[in-house]
């Protein structure tokens, strides 16, 4: 088996192997081109019959600023140009503010190999272009600062404005996947909405432009939610009921408003709804388990393949009465797989087949959102499944809480070994190891 060496005392411009190694790889030329992610440079042979016949020697500083870390490393030959990496980035910048907490995405590291870094919009260095990071050190389990050449992919957990991501898609091509880092619920609605089979899992959502809107549409759909488009876990969603006559709106914290006509409803939409968000009309799927509302979400990514897998599926129960699940309102969670047997009173063969109905489903949600511009490979789809078994598709979620919770209850760190590693698989495969 082969193995990269890294020397930092030989020089920066020089490549060490045996002859053994150009004749199996059918190199003639005298240079090999060293491909260290989105960075390339030419190398200058030098044939050592001293050096072990599978070995090869490569310089540990390839610029002033930018040295190989002496971690594993997969390669391949093309030509006489060596693809040696993966080199992937991870871009965020909660984690970037403390590297440590990613330590559980790098549990796979052993297959993956390579240089992933942890990196921040602010830290590209255009003029240089070189990235200010922190790289995963594999023996010490630790991650240490350094300067690295752009990756050959990137996993992005931040959102970067259209300009900084038209310069990385520039150097590095197709291979930034969940950029852009949201999809806002309207917009959501309207790209799958155009699907014949899709719509009908969709709840029946409008914008909110004024009251009279919301008074007509509580006509004839009732109750109903009024959510942000860009808020996530909750924040900003009211619940409006019309009864009989008179109309009652619910807040997050559980506090009820009683309005009698048109314009107590809007005096208190006033002070609830902020002046510059956008707000949509979305219909309540009126399903709840011991008057307890009950969502549920599935994690989809995608791995080596390059193909969407199921990567598990977990169950919400709010508090009573509560109108959301998130975790202040939540009384709690458990495995999909545990939580359909005790709801609904499934045995293991249906339960398996809900859940893979589901995950049919949100799986052609997501190759439909990435047809309308987005590359994607890890999500998170908020959905409800009702007393028919009919899955409702609520939310897209592509920047989910897997860092709170990793501090949070045994129940909900259940999802995180199979959930955290799995997109650095579908990197290193975009980045062509």
Known sequence: MSLIKIDNNIQPNSI?????????????????????GAFKKVLAINIDSYIQPADIIIPGKLTEQISIPDVPYDFYFRGNDLFLGPVIGFLTAVYYKNPRKAILRFTNYENIKGLIYIFKKESINMKNK????YYFEPQTKTFLEGIFPYPSSIFCQQNVNKKTFRYLNKHIGDKIFNRPCNIDKFSLWNILSKDSILVDHLPNTVEFKNVETLLQILINLNPVYLKPFNKAGGIGILHVKKIERNYMLTDIYDRKYYMENEKDVRNILKKKLKRKRKYLIQQDIPFTYQQQKVDFRIYLQKDYTKNWIYSGMETKIAKKESIISNKKKRSKMMPAEIAL????????QKTHQVINNAVELCIKALKIIEENGYHLGDAAVDLIIDQNFKVWIIEVQLVYASLRKTVRSIDEQQVLPAVLPTPFEYAKALAGF
């Open 341 to 348: 047997k005790e709801i609904f009173n499934l045995d293991t």
């Open 16 to 36: 060490y192997l045996n002859s053994s190694i150009l004749k199996k790889a059918n190199i003639k030329s005298k240079n090999i081109i060293l491909h260290f």
């Open 130 to 133: 070189d990235i200010t990071g």
